[in-house]
């Protein structure tokens, strides 16, 4: 049954028009040693490994490379290239991460305009560095506003309250916020709290990590567990998830199974590092014929 409903997701899919909308973040992992602390000052000492700097496209392209592999027709309107770059220091001996620096040139933002009704699903991604704020659309499009630790407590939900949406994707810490409240076991109850509050959306996707997602749409309230994998990183795989909560949201996958193929594409998602590959229609049935 579930490679059934896999295979008419996949022939499903394949007829959607769907627009992408929100930052690109160029991912850049600089492999190095540590070398220890200075000894004038507090400050780590690191070595470059190697020349060989690893340059990935993060953030709405990361979605747009998971939805093109599936859909008929996809479009991406996002910021330059290089105008937001994410830089990690990355150990040579176990890939763990150092440092992060980040480069921001928000002068290079030029306004988008969009149409929900010229497409079949539209996807704001809002990673919060500002894009948003270039960005003009009207009501019915899917929404996923990311807090991260540059815009902690500033990127919240209700910023988009004024728009009716047919769906949003939070995750637990994005919850919490959302209704100044931290959520530590997500019920019922709390899922129909942050559904009520200021979203104005048809359907709530919530991922909770290890412990799975949940699906409502105000009344039913459906339960998801994730898949274990031998994961490489776990970056990427919320946004891969709402990728493909979005297209089985679109195509009117039944509310009981609406978790199992977004929950199976986050989990092949861990597998590789960050946004080094994407989800294709022959790695979600190869995955799917190894954890289903």
């Given at each position: 049954?579930?490679?059934?409903?896999?295979?008419?997701?996949?022939?499903?899919?394949?007829?959607?028009?769907?627009?992408?909308?929100?930052?690109?973040?160029?991912?850049?992992?600089?492999?190095?040693?540590?070398?220890?602390?200075?000894?004038?000052?507090?400050?780590?000492?690191?070595?470059?490994?190697?020349?060989?700097?690893?340059?990935?496209?993060?953030?709405?392209?990361?979605?747009?490379?998971?939805?093109?592999?599936?859909?008929?027709?996809?479009?991406?309107?996002?910021?330059?290239?290089?105008?937001?770059?994410?830089?990690?220091?990355?150990?040579?001996?176990?890939?763990?991460?150092?440092?992060?620096?980040?480069?921001?040139?928000?002068?290079?933002?030029?306004?988008?305009?969009?149409?929900?009704?010229?497409?079949?699903?539209v996807i704001?991604?809002?990673?919060?560095?500002?894009?948003?704020?270039?960005?003009?659309?009207?009501?019915?499009?899917?929404?996923?506003?990311?807090?991260?630790?540059?815009?902690?407590?500033?990127?919240?939900?209700s910023k988009?309250?004024?728009?009716?949406?047919?769906?949003?994707?939070?995750?637990?810490?994005?919850?919490?916020?959302?209704?100044?409240?931290?959520?530590?076991?997500?019920?019922?109850?709390?899922?129909?709290?942050?559904?009520?509050?200021?979203?104005?959306?048809?359907?709530?996707?919530?991922?909770?990590?290890?412990?799975?997602?949940?699906?409502?749409?105000?009344?039913?309230?459906?339960?998801?567990?994730?898949?274990?994998?031998?994961?490489?990183?776990?970056?990427?795989?919320?946004?891969?998830?709402?990728?493909?909560?979005?297209?089985?949201?679109?195509?009117?996958?039944?509310?009981?199974?609406?978790?199992?193929?977004?929950?199976l594409s986050?989990?092949?998602?861990?597998?590789?590092?960050?946004?080094?590959?994407?989800?294709?229609?022959?790695?979600?049935?190869?995955?799917?014929?190894?954890?289903?």
């Open positions: 049954m579930s490679l059934k409903l896999i295979e008419e997701f996949i022939e499903k899919t394949s007829k959607l028009k769907i627009a992408v909308v929100g930052e690109t973040i160029i991912d850049e992992f600089v492999t190095v040693y540590y070398e220890g602390h200075s000894m004038k000052s507090f400050c780590p000492v690191f070595r470059e490994a190697d020349r060989n700097i690893v340059r990935q496209r993060g953030g709405s392209s990361a979605i747009y490379n998971h939805i093109k592999a599936f859909a008929g027709h996809v479009d991406l309107f996002t910021n330059p290239e290089d105008s937001i770059i994410k830089t990690r220091l990355v150990d040579a001996h176990d890939g763990k991460k150092h440092v992060e620096y980040n480069k921001f040139h928000k002068d290079d933002f030029e306004p988008i305009k969009i149409d929900c009704n010229d497409y079949d699903a704001v991604a809002d990673f919060g560095h500002g894009l948003s704020d270039f960005i003009t659309i009207n009501d019915g499009f899917y929404l996923m506003s990311q807090t991260n630790s540059n815009n902690f407590g500033f990127n919240r939900l988009w309250k004024n728009y009716k949406k047919r769906g949003v994707c939070v995750d637990l810490r994005e919850a919490s916020l959302q209704i100044n409240r931290k959520i530590s076991q997500c019920t019922d109850k709390d899922v129909r709290e942050i559904f009520d509050y200021e979203l104005q959306t048809e359907s709530l996707f919530v991922t909770l990590g290890a412990e799975g997602s949940i699906y409502t749409n105000g009344k039913e309230i459906y339960r998801h567990q994730s898949f274990k994998t031998q994961i490489v990183d776990t970056i990427g795989a919320g946004d891969t998830f709402y990728s493909f909560a979005v297209l089985a949201d679109t195509i009117c996958i039944p509310n009981d199974n609406k978790l199992l193929i977004p929950s986050a989990s092949l998602s861990t597998t590789w590092l960050c946004n080094e590959q994407s989800v294709t229609p022959e790695k979600l049935i190869e995955h799917a014929n190894r954890y289903l």
